[in-house]
């Protein structure tokens, strides 16, 4: 599995970890406490890159939470949109699971509500 978006790359490994990184998103990692005896050793040209490496099961389970957010806020077809637009193409690469079923997924919770108790 390997997803681009821009300069956004997320790919998993056979140690059943997804590696997430972001050329242009430096984060101040080397300011974290845990890090105050760490050396700074990236390359050349890549000082502002920055990346993780976390487990399948817990990524997959922040992007179950983060998808109820986003059908809940009423914006799935605008980013499949945005990800499957004509401005996007040349920009990614993945997700031929979301061009297989992107229309049924808009179509299907388009309309689905938050419960009624979570509506206030």
Same mark, same amino acid.
């Given at each position: ?20 990184? !972001? $050329?242009?998103?430096? @984060?101040?990692? +080397? =300011? ?5 005896? /760490? *050396? ?6 890549y000082e502002v890159?920055?990346? !993780? $490496?976390?487990?399948? @099961?817990?990524? +997959? =389970? ?5 998808? /109820? *957010? ?17 401005e996007a193409q ?31």
């Open positions: 599995m390997a997803y681009l978006r821009g300069n956004n790359y997320i790919w998993a490994d056979a140690d059943d970890r997804f590696h997430i990184w !972001v $050329a242009d998103g430096y @984060d101040n990692w +080397d =300011e974290a406490i845990w890090s105050s005896d /760490a *050396e700074d050793s990236r390359r050349a040209g890159a920055s990346g !993780v $490496a976390i487990a399948k @099961d817990a990524l +997959d =389970e922040f992007v179950v939470m983060r998808f /109820a *957010e986003i059908v809940s806020e009423g914006r799935l077809s605008q980013i499949v949109e945005r990800v499957l637009g004509p040349g920009r990614n690469f993945g997700g031929d699971s979301l061009r297989r079923f992107a229309s049924e997924l808009t179509s299907r919770l388009s309309d689905l509500q938050p419960p009624v108790s979570e509506r206030i």
